[in-house]
């Protein structure tokens, strides 16, 4: 799930508030949903202004649900499996599911190739629904599969969207494979690809993550400004080259759109001129 962090000069401002110890956690745990790096004790005292053993005492909790975890020293906390579980099972299980899968099933009938929705999890881009072609030759991804996202063209738009140091940080924790010879594995040459990609507003997996498939992705559009939502369209390149996928793109685009308005629970055409 895709974070901003919260500037320095927020700290102090973040409110714990509720009518239960329930929902100050959950208060807790919204604050917290807005890092993109392990926190400390002493860091969420200061954002908070709560009392260091009130604050310590609710890490502990959360920590020992498996909602948090000890990274590093042990100092730091950081996102535990359980609440990524919990924010996975949410994208992939939500109300719009069947409004976002009737767009996809239509771009798939215009297009004739397999297209889906992606969202961006870890360090990896996370399916959340694909339609297949009726073509006899495709290469088979089923919802929940998962992509690193430096080899994917929804993950490269992900990753296009953080700042610098973030996505640093974020890369050097991981192997960056190499899946097949197209695959970007070095710092420098996926920088120069994720600032062309942050350009043109699209990406390409060029068979960098299988051979023979051609991907291209664009995002959902998000009124928040960064989005953790993409859609793409895949096919292998014997009947899909480059130039063939880009004359697809104002359809992806448009189905990008539909699909936004959907999230945003906007009528068609409420947001148009």
Sequence with gaps: MMTHAMNTTDKATARIDGD???LRLFALLEAIACKD??????????ETGLPKPTMHRM???????GILQREGNGRHYGTGRRL?????????????????????????????????????SGSEVLYLDRVETPAPLRFYLHPGSRVPAHCSATGKLFLSQMAPAQRRRLLSAVEL????????TGFEAL????????EQGYAFDNEEFLPGLLC???LVPSPQGASNMGLAVQAPIM??????ALSFLPKLRAAAEAIARINDELPPGADDD
């Design 37 to 46: 790096a392990p926190f400390t004790l002493q860091t969420m005292v200061e």
């Design 20 to 22: 239960t110890p329930n």
């Design 84 to 120: 990524m579980r919990l924010a996975e099972s949410v994208l992939l299980n939500n109300t719009t599911h069947g409004a976002r899968h009737a767009v996809l099933a239509q771009l798939v009938r215009d297009i004739g190739e397999s297209c889906n929705i992606t969202a961006f």
């Design 191 to 198: 920088e120069r690809e994720l600032d062309q990609v942050r």
């Design 177 to 184: 494979e190499s899946f097949t010879a197209n695959t970007l």
């Design 59 to 65: 890490l502990q909790q959360l920590e020992g649900a």
């Design 216 to 218: 291209l992705g664009v």
């Design 239 to 244: 009947r899909f080259s480059r130039e063939r």
